[in-house]
């Protein structure tokens, strides 16, 4: 993922990419990634407890992101 958006932000940089561009990128791969997730959930323990567990993306992204910060 980051590597993508570096990849987006490099290309902007260089003058390939509008701002819009790269932030819809940016938000596009947010996106995806929570999808997978929810997907991947559904599988494990079931729509309807996704849809109870889930939250909302940001709250999801604010816990992995200090998951990460623990982690490392």
Do not use: C, P, Y
Not at 10 to 36: C, F, M, W, Y
């Amino acid at each position: 993922i980051a590597g993508s958006i570096a990849w987006a932000r490099a290309n902007h940089h260089g003058g390939i990419l509008t701002s819009s561009e790269v932030s819809a990128i940016e938000t596009g791969v947010d996106e995806d990634i929570q999808t997978a997730n929810e997907r991947r959930w559904g599988e494990i323990i079931g729509m309807r407890l996704v849809g109870i567990l889930g939250g909302s993306r940001n709250e999801q992204i604010a816990v992995d992101k200090r998951l990460w910060s623990r982690m490392n």
